[in-house]
């Protein structure tokens, strides 16, 4: 009785025995939990998982894997460039018409004076030839300014000359003239050498320019008159 007893005993501590270390076998089997992996686009892993072994009691839980990191985008595209060029510039404004020859500050010039002599700033006749229209006075004297039938000898017919502005027939006697008298002196034909080839209203002559004229003198003017010898008329 007492060895059947033992036996027993000892059957019941063995198999204890054998339950404690099939216990420890699975509790060492239990899984490691896998590494989080990194995915491509930068977001963060999930962490692996692992279930624990079958044994006695539950295999631990495997460590979670670490997030993946991504580094953040580069900032924005470099500002645009300036604004464009200006636009050309206008073309220029069209010329505005000559003025009157010699145009100066003379204001308006009209009449028989219609150019302005910009060196005096005086209304003139004329400051050249183009400004004479007159037949018979187309040439401009220009030292005093007024339009005559010449400036020059050059200006007259041949056969003629040049004096006091007016071209006169060469002569030596008087038949080398018409309607005019020979001054041999000068040379060619005026209109008087003295006052017996004059009559009223110029019964006197200018022996000067050979022409007949209101007076040479005083005495040539009614009693109590003067004689104006620049433009040689009585006042």
């Avoid at 420890?24 to 590494?35: K, M, R, V």
């Avoid at 963060?44 to 991504?70: F, P, R, W, Y």
Wanted: proline letters at 3%; glycine letters at 20%; aromatic letters at 2%.
């Amino acid at each position: 009785m007492r060895a059947r007893w033992m036996l027993s005993f000892a059957g019941a501590g063995f198999v204890a025995i054998a339950m404690g270390a099939c216990s420890s076998d699975d509790e060492d089997s239990a899984g490691t939990g896998g590494t989080g992996g990194t995915p491509a686009d930068g977001s963060a892993a999930s962490g692996g998982t692992s279930s624990g072994g079958s044994g006695a009691t539950g295999g631990k839980g495997g460590t979670g894997g670490t997030g993946g990191a991504t580094t953040g985008g580069t900032g924005g595209a470099v500002g645009g460039t300036g604004g464009t060029t200006g636009g050309a510039a206008g073309l220029a404004g069209a010329s505005g018409a000559g003025g009157v020859a010699g145009a100066g500050n003379c204001g308006t010039c009209r009449g028989g004076r219609p150019v302005c002599d910009p060196s005096t700033d005086e209304c003139v006749q004329c400051l050249r030839n183009a400004n004479c229209t007159r037949a018979g006075a187309m040439v401009c004297d220009t030292a005093s300014h007024t339009c005559v039938q010449c400036a020059d000898t050059t200006d007259c017919a041949a056969n003629e000359t040049c004096a006091l502005n007016d071209c006169h027939t060469n002569c030596t006697q008087d038949t080398d003239c018409t309607n005019q008298v020979c001054d041999s002196i000068k040379g060619y034909c005026v209109d008087c050498r003295n006052a017996t080839q004059c009559a009223a209203p110029t019964p006197a002559c200018n022996a000067i320019t050979g022409t007949c004229v209101q007076c040479t003198s005083n005495t040539d003017c009614p009693e109590g008159g003067t004689c104006d010898t620049a433009n040689f008329v009585c006042q």
